[in-house]
């Protein structure tokens, strides 16, 4: 897991899920990299949002980039 505080918060999946994401792929995308149904990787969404304040997948990609977890 990223050493920065702001992912902290996060679960292995949870991060795994803000990293997809992040990375442009779709939640039933994320699902199917994962093997998880759409429908965990949707809760796993919600967390994400909640847990850091994001509200939209381009803020969490934004985020990542600042924190070079992918590259703009």
């Known amino acids: ?3 920065s505080s702001e992912f ?5 999946r949870e991060f795994q899920v803000f990293k997809l994401l992040s ?3 779709t939640l039933p995308e994320c699902a ?3 093997h998880l ?3 965990t990787v ?3 969404f919600t967390q994400i949002r909640a847990k850091l304040g994001v509200s939209s997948p381009a803020e969490m990609a934004r ?5 070079g977890l ?3």
């Open 23 to 25: 990375e442009g792929h």
């Open 70 to 72: 992918v590259e703009p």
């Open 42 to 44: 949707s809760n796993h």
């Open 37 to 39: 149904s759409p429908k």
């Open 63 to 67: 985020m990542a980039i600042r924190q």
């Open 32 to 34: 199917n990299i994962l």
């Open 8 to 12: 902290k918060s996060l679960t292995q």
């Open 1 to 3: 897991l990223s050493g």
